[in-house]
C-alpha cells in the first residue's frame, strides 16, 4: 500500500517537472500573442484617431466604431453581425411576430444577398420572390460588396412605400425586376387546415406563437374532423420556413415525440454542449406523420425535421433542405445594442450535422412549375373527361342504392378534389397520398 502511495508521489513530481519544462516555451508563446494583440489594438486606435481628425469630412464616431464592430463580426460567418438598438429593438419586436418589411429572410453568398424564403402572405410571397432567388439590384443600386446589414438596411423603408428589386433566378435566362410595396409584417405562426382526412399544419415561422398555435389548430382540427379516429395523419409543412427561436423547434419536436434526444449543440468548449430530450406525450396520438421540406427551410426547421426523422416518426419529403446547422446567441451590449454570435453547431439525434449539408428527404419531390395551359389543352382535357353518363338515351345504373350512389360521388368529389391539389401543390398532394397509403396498410 506504501508502495503504491509512493509510485502515485512519484507520478505526481514528474507530472509537475514535465509541466514547469513545458510551461516555459508555452508562457511565452501566450506572451508574444497577447504582446501582438495590443499592438494590433493600438493600431486600430491610431487609425481610428487618424480618420476622426483628418478624413476629408466629419464623421460620426459612434458610427465609425458601430461599423469596425460589424465589420468584425461579418468576418466570421453569414450569420454573426452588431444589432444598432434600432435594430436589436426590431429583432425582439419580430419574435414576437409582428414587424414592418418586405417578408423575406436573406443571408448572402458569394457577394450577393440570396433568398433564404419569402414569409407566407407577405409583401414578398405575393409578389412572387422564391427560395434561392439572388437580389443584385435595390431601386437600381448593385448590391455586390455590400455586408448582410448593408443590403438588408437598402431593403428598409417606409411601410406604404415601393421598392424595385433586381433578381436573378435559376432557369430564368435574364435578371428581372420585382416591385414590392412594403408592408408591416403580421405572421401567423401555424395555419391548420383539413385536406380530406388528413391535417395540414402549415408552420410558417418558429417564434413565441408557434407551439401554442400548433396545439390549438391540430386540436380544432381532430374535433371538427369529429375525432381522431376521422383524420388518418398530419402534415407538417415546413416550406419556406426560414427558422427562428430554438426553444420553438424543441417543444414543436417534443410535442411529437415520447422520449429520446431532440437535438443537441456543440460549442467551442466541450462542456458548452447541449441535449434536448424530449418529455411523455405525443400530441398526434401516434397518427403518422409527413414533414415537407424544400430549399427554403433553415435553422430551427430542419431541427424539427432532423429529429422526427432519426426517430421514425415522421416520413420527410420535398427536396433537400438549407443546411443551416448553427446557433446564434444574442448578447446585450451596453447602450441597448447587441450581438448575434455564433456559438455552436447543432446535431440530430443520430448525432449528424446539417449544417452545409442540409436535411435530405425520405421521398425526393420536386415542385415542378407550373405551366399555362391552352385553349387546345382545356378542349383536350374536357374530351377526355366524358363517359358513358354523358351520352344521350344512356342507361341508368339500377343495381346502387341512392345512398351508395351518394357515397361513390362523395368518394369521387374527394379524388377531384385531390386532383385540384395536385395541380396547385404537387409535393402537399403527394405528402397526403403517402399518409393515404399508410392508412390503408393500417387497416
Known amino acids: 500500500m506504501k508502495k503504491f502511495a509512493m509510485a502515485a508521489v512519484g507520478g505526481t513530481l514528474a507530472g509537475i517537472l514535465a509541466t514547469t519544462y513545458v510551461a516555459g516555451p508555452l508562457l511565452a508563446q501566450d506572451s508574444a500573442r497577447a504582446a501582438t494583440v495590443y499592438e494590433q489594438l493600438d493600431l486600430f486606435g491610431d487609425i481610428f484617431e487618424r480618420i476622426r481628425v483628418q478624413y476629408v469630412e466629419e464623421v460620426d464616431e459612434t458610427e465609425l466604431i458601430e461599423a469596425a464592430i460589424g465589420g468584425m463580426l461579418a468576418s466570421l460567418d453569414p450569420h454573426s453581425s452588431y444589432l444598432s438598438p434600432d435594430d436589436a429593438a426590431q429583432m425582439r419586436v419580430q419574435t414576437r411576430g409582428e414587424f414592418g418589411g418586405l417578408g423575406i429572410e436573406v443571408t448572402q453568398e458569394e457577394g450577393y444577398v440570396k433568398v433564404v424564403s419569402p414569409m407566407d402572405g407577405t409583401p414578398a410571397d405575393e409578389a412572387g420572390m422564391e427560395a434561392g432567388d439572388f437580389i443584385t439590384h435595390v431601386d437600381g443600386e448593385s448590391m455586390l460588396g455590400l455586408s448582410l446589414d448593408e443590403a438588408v438596411d437598402m431593403m428598409r423603408g417606409p411601410i406604404g412605400s415601393e421598392i424595385i428589386i433586381t433578381v436573378v433566378r435559376e432557369g430564368e435566362d435574364e435578371p428581372f425586376d420585382v416591385s414590392i410595396i412594403r408592408d408591416t409584417i403580421k405572421l401567423t405562426a401555424v395555419r391548420a387546415r383539413t385536406e380530406g382526412s388528413t391535417v395540414v399544419l402549415r408552420i410558417s415561422t418558429f417564434n413565441d406563437q408557434t407551439t401554442p398555435n400548433l396545439i390549438s389548430g391540430l386540436n380544432e382540427q381532430i374535433e371538427e374532423a369529429g375525432g381522431i379516429e376521422k383524420v388518418n395523419g398530419v402534415v407538417l409543412d415546413l416550406r419556406n420556413n426560414p427558422g427562428g427561436l430554438l426553444n420553438q423547434a424543441i417543444r414543436v419536436s417534443d410535442e411529437f415525440l415520447e ?74 451590449l451596453r447602450g441597448d445594442g447587441a450581438m448575434r454570435l455564433t456559438t455552436a453547431r447543432y446535431y440530430t439525434p443520430s448525432g449528424r450535422s446539417i449544417q ?76 397526403i397520398d403517402v399518409l393515404k397509403g399508410l392508412s390503408a396498410l393500417a387497416k
Open 356 to 431: 452545409a449539408l442540409g436535411v435530405s428527404p425520405d421521398i425526393i419531390v420536386e415542385q415542378p412549375r407550373r405551366a399555362t395551359s391552352t385553349e387546345e389543352d382545356e378542349a383536350e382535357t374536357a374530351r377526355r373527361m366524358r363517359s358513358e353518363a354523358d351520352l344521350r338515351g344512356s342507361l341508368n345504373n339500377d343495381s346502387l342504392s341512392e345512398d351508395e350512389i351518394r357515397q361513390i360521388e362523395e368518394d369521387r368529389a374527394k379524388a377531384e378534389a385531390a386532383a385540384d391539389l395536385r395541380d396547385n401543390d404537387y409535393q402537399l398532394a403527394y405528402a
Open 259 to 332: 422520449s429520446g434526444e431532440i437535438v443537441s449543440t456543440r460549442g467551442r468548449n466541450p462542456e458548452d454542449g447541449e441535449r434536448f430530450n424530449a418529455t411523455p406525450g405525443d400530441l398526434a396520438e401516434g397518427l403518422p406523420i409527413v414533414v415537407l421540406i424544400n430549399g427554403g427551410s433553415a435553422s430551427a426547421s430542419e431541427i424539427v425535421a432532423g429529429a422526427l426523422q432519426d426517430h421514425r416518426r415522421a416520413i420527410v419529403v420535398g427536396t433537400k433542405s438549407f443546411g443551416k446547422g448553427s446557433v446564434q446567441t444574442v448578447m446585450p
